[in-house]
């Protein structure tokens, strides 16, 4: 039954679909195996020394090419073979920077600022579910006749007159509750 249902529901993403439908990276700026292998991104520097990039890295990367970053990245991955205690503190920060930097999927997704909209957004939708609960409300019907409190009482007494419930209920002994009053 269920892998015919799930046969049947389209799927948002298909099963099929390549990385690059389910990420929020472009595809320019996804570095693979097989992009490499295929000779698309440079392992030679690309024109750029590491000692340029790395006291502010964090202005540049997004300057360079997506060859030069990948250079970058090999670099650094380089130099982090060593002693991790022989590393510059740059050397660190970059490869911190390049491991954990806010780019590619880690990018911010919303712009800064973008709070005041999302409250204002999220009140004004909670103000129209208010306004449609209180509209739906006042159009409603009257409550039945067996909603009000005489209805009630008259109900406790022909519970008492049947002797329903004569353990815990309205029929027992020094019964001190409402009954059916609520």
Known sequence: ??????????????????????TIVTKSERWTP???????????????????VLPNIE?????????Q???IYKQLEEIQRKDWHDLTLNEQKG????????????KVV???????????????AVGAGVGLFALMRSRAPPAPKTMTTEYKEQE??????LGINPIHGVASENYKGKGFIA
């Open 69 to 71: 970053q990948y250079s």
């Open 59 to 67: 202005s540049h990367w997004t300057k360079l090419s997506h060859e």
């Open 95 to 106: 490869a911190y920077f390049v491991a954990y930097g806010p780019y590619g999927p880690r």
């Open 110 to 124: 919303s712009p800064p600022g973008s709070l005041g909209k999302v409250v204002i957004g999220t009140a004004m």
């Open 34 to 52: 097989a992009v490499v292998r295929e000779g698309k991104l440079l392992e030679q520097n690309g024109g750029v020394q590491l000692s340029e």
């Open 1 to 22: 039954m269920i892998a015919s249902v799930r046969v049947m529901v389209p799927r948002v993403v298909p099963r099929n679909a390549g990385v690059a439908a389910r």
């Open 156 to 161: 406790n007494q022909r519970a008492k007159e």
